[in-house]
C-alpha cells in the first residue's frame, strides 16, 4: 500500500480507497504478500475493449486459423486467473458441430473435477 501511494503521490488513505475501487472491479487483486497489488483478470477484459485496434486479436486469431487447420481441433487463446478465464481469440474446427461459440474478452469460470 505504501509503495502505491507513494508512487502515485496520494495519502495511504485515497491509495486504499482507489485500489479497492479497481479490486471491485477486478482489475487489481491482492498478491500473497500483504500489502502488495498485482494486475487483475479484469485488465483482460478492459484491453479487450482496445484490442481490435491494436490488432492483438487479428494476430490471435490467424494463429487459432493456422493451429485448428493443422490439428483439426477448435483452438482458444486465454488467459487463466485464478478460477476463471478470458478468451482472446478463437478458432472452431470446421469439420464438429459448434455447440457454443463465445465472443472474445468472454469470463468463464473455471472448474475442475475427477471421478
Known sequence: MSE????I????ST???LLGALEARGLVEQ???RGKYRLGSGIVRLAGAVTSRLGL???GRAVCERLSEKIGETVDIAVLQEHSSTT???SPCL???SVCVLPPSTRLVV???SS
Do not use: P
Not at 4 to 7: F, G, P
Not at 9 to 12: Q, S
Open 57 to 59: 486479436t487479428q494476430q
Open 88 to 90: 482472446c481469440a478463437r
Open 15 to 17: 491509495a486504499f480507497r
Open 111 to 113: 472448474l475442475s473435477a
Open 9 to 12: 503521490d496520494v495519502r495511504k
Open 95 to 97: 469439420s464438429q458441430l
Open 31 to 33: 498478491a500473497t504478500e
Open 4 to 7: 502505491v501511494a507513494a508512487e
